[in-house]
């Protein structure tokens, strides 16, 4: 509902016209008026604003670092301890500069747990914010289809400044890949319909950033080497290594 502004100051002036008031004191009450209707025009405003503002964003809930999220493997790339007791799974995106970060983080703890680990990787390209990001996704997932998704991922990293479409075919010809092939895959519905089911995958296990990480199927909380050691030696039921 508006405000009615202006009717008791219209009365009022009215009253005073009607008692005979003097010329001076009609004007201060036409003064007064127009202040007290430019404040009631403010209010209204205001008030107008409020009503049609869009409601306050949802505050992010809170994760569970307990929970354990069943990610499906399938298919997905993997490298380190083929038989490995644990599993990292890292939902990222190639043109992200987090996850590149997280490269060196996650080759120390494959070297440092050279049979007990398998990493796999999961596609999440942030289309909205890295253009680069699903072509990139593509040509990783192209690669594999030649058996060189990993020699792929790592040039990927390496060069995540200068991504490109030349880039991907240059990179394909410095991996000795059936250039064709490769660019035709990197178009096929197939790759597509596989980076789109990784990004569902994760979208389910509440993953909305990137890098995401898992340590059987347990979100990794504390993002560094001594996080990790502390959640893969607790799955292998070892005393946690001291910090350092």
């Not at 509902?1 to 009022?12: D, F, H, K, Q, T």
């Not at 003064?31 to 209010?43: N, P, V």
Request: hydrophobic residues 40%; proline residues 9%.
């Amino acid at each position: 509902m508006r405000i009615r502004s202006g009717i008791a100051p219209l009365a009022l002036l009215a009253l005073v016209y009607a008692c005979g008031g003097n010329p001076q004191d009609i004007e201060d009450l036409k003064k007064g008026q127009k202040e007290i209707l430019d404040r009631l025009a403010t209010l209204d405003k205001a008030v107008q604003q409020i009503k049609t503002a869009p409601p306050a964003a949802p505050p992010r809930p809170t994760m569970d670092p307990n929970k354990v999220y069943n990610i499906p493997l399938t298919n997905a790339p993997a490298r380190g301890g083929e038989f490995g007791k644990v599993t990292i799974v890292e939902f990222a995106d190639y043109q992200c500069p987090f996850c590149g970060q997280a490269e060196g983080l996650l080759k120390q703890v494959l070297e440092a747990y050279p049979k007990d680990v398998r990493l796999v990787y999961k596609q999440f390209p942030l289309t909205s914010i890295h253009p680069q990001a699903m072509p990139a996704a593509k040509a990783a997932v192209a690669a594999g289809r030649q058996g060189k998704y990993w020699e792929m991922h790592d040039l990927l990293f390496e060069n995540q400044r200068q991504l490109s479409p030349e880039k991907y075919t240059e990179f394909a010809e410095k991996l000795a890949l059936d250039v064709t092939q490769f660019q035709k895959d990197m178009e096929s519905p197939e790759v597509l319909a596989q980076i789109n089911r990784d990004m569902q995958d994760g979208k389910a296990a509440d993953v909305s950033g990137t890098p995401t990480l898992f340590v059987n199927g347990k979100r990794l909380v504390n993002r560094s080497l001594d996080g990790f050691k502390q959640m893969i030696d607790g799955s292998l039921g070892r005393a946690p290594a001291p910090p350092g």
